[in-house]
């Protein structure tokens, strides 16, 4: 999608729900919203909307309220709407520790322990934690390195990608502090992180190979302190006809209900500037299911000759 009849000024994150498909377009500050149950109707947005955005960014959706929470870069806020993108209400913290410095994405928790919103406030080079009411909860640190995207998978591990580390951090929710550390691959940039319908682990990514730059999904069936194990597959962005090769991806979710795959890219710049002007929706079918890591069949286990029986050596009597 874009062109001259919609054209996006910097497409950036993607969140699918059951029946909606939410494309923020971060530099015309506006979000863009698309019907889940027809994503090949090209141009045809259900809506767009405004609410005095400045650089939307990351969202996440609580559908037993209908609460679309939104990340509001600009502005340090959160924005509440419902799947609509009818406003609610909003929250713009104004000292600190409740204070966010560029929030870009949400992440909501497990229903345990309330649904809390987990949310990367990127330039404090935290995680701040809210109830949905804007209640403060807390905060962790992220060692000083510009927290980008974050999502939850089934068993509630927290993925945070780290843009300039070229690393994601995996947190355990009893352990906050201490997550372990995947670096993705050398000239590697991940952005947006989601969490597939079968766990898998995807990243939206620029990438570098011998000087030039594309933009590409990369798919794990799991992330550890060596992702070469779990690596399922990357996808390349193919250029539209007439645009740059070099081109970037930046946001990335899958459709539960389709399982179309949704991606922002777009070309670069000079200087590395420039819009990602384009979304790709895939049939996410074409992209390998992440295959976990053979067992190694043990090896056979050698069975003792067995030992003959000694032979009767005959007595003087029984000689004849």
Sequence with gaps: YGNTDL????????????????????????????????????????????????????????A????????????????????????????QPAAPPAQMNAPHDIAIGPPSEGSKLYITDTAANRMVIFERNESYVGEFSVDDEDPTSCAFDSQYRLYVTHKALGMVFIHELDDLDNPRKVLIEDGVKPKQINIGPNDEVLIATSESDG???????RIYANLNE????????????????????????????????????WVTDGPREA??????????????????TPTPEPTPTPEPTATPP???????????????
């Design 271 to 288: 200087g590395g500037q420039g819009g990602h002007v384009y979304v790709y929706v895939f049939d996410s079918s074409l992209i390998p």
């Design 211 to 217: 000087g030039t730059e594309f933009g590409a999904v």
């Design 7 to 62: 054209q996006y000024e910097r497409a950036h994150f993607v969140l699918t729900t059951d029946t909606q498909t939410y494309v923020t377009d971060r530099y015309n500050d506006s979000i863009y919203r698309y019907p889940s149950s027809d994503a090949a109707r090209p141009n045809d947005p259900t809506g767009k909307f405004d609410r005095n955005f400045s650089q939307p960014s990351g969202a996440a959706y609580y």
């Design 306 to 320: 067995e030992t003959p029986e000694p032979t009767a050596t005959p007595t003087a009597s029984s000689v004849r």
């Design 226 to 261: 060596d992702s070469n194990n779990s690596y399922c597959a990357v996808a390349n962005l193919v250029p539209l006809d007439g645009e740059p090769a070099s081109r970037e991806a930046y946001g990335v979710d899958v459709d539960p209900v389709n399982k179309y795959l």
């Design 64 to 91: 037993p309220d209908d609460d679309l929470f939104i990340a509001d870069i600009g502005n340090n806020r959160i924005v509440v709407t419902d799947k609509d993108g009818v406003f609610k209400r909003d929250w």
